[in-house]
Nanobody, 126 residues
Framework: QVQVVESGGGLVQAGGSLRLSCAAS????????AGWFRQAPGNEREFVAS????????NYGASVKGRFTISRENAKNTVALQMTGLKPEDTAVYFC???????????????????WGQGTQVTVSL
């Protein structure tokens, strides 16, 4: 049974930074593509970032490009999302997504995702 768990959310002022972490049990995360999505109340789920299993390829949503960085921390078997220059419009529940099979790519629509975490709340205040 695969379980995906996010951590690191919280309340931060605009312009601040937060680092989210995604851990998975039941699989070796370093062999899977992973990504982050977010959803604000009343909004559809939005693609944030993805990284391939080897860490050699990353993709970002237009609204976060240049401010957020996704990375792998293989020694910890985690995937991190470093968020800087946070804006109130970044407020959302952030979900970690893990590919359905080894090396399956995750696209911006959520295609290729096999497991989702429960989400972690990020709130950015003015």
């Amino acid at each position: 049974q695969v379980q995906v768990v996010e951590s690191g959310g919280g309340l931060v002022q605009a312009g601040g930074s937060l680092r989210l972490s995604c851990a998975a049990s039941g699989l070796t995360l370093r062999l899977y593509d992973a990504g982050w999505f977010r959803q604000a109340p009343g909004n559809e789920r939005e693609f944030v970032a993805s990284i391939n299993w080897s860490g050699t390829s990353t993709n970002y949503g237009a609204s976060v490009k240049g401010r957020f960085t996704i990375s792998r921390e293989n020694a910890k078997n985690t995937v991190a999302l470093q968020m800087t220059g946070l804006k109130p419009e970044d407020t959302a529940v952030y979900f970690c997504a893990v590919g359905k099979t080894v090396a399956t790519a995750i696209d911006s629509e959520g295609g290729g995702v096999g497991s989702w975490g429960q989400g972690t709340q990020v709130t950015v205040s003015l």
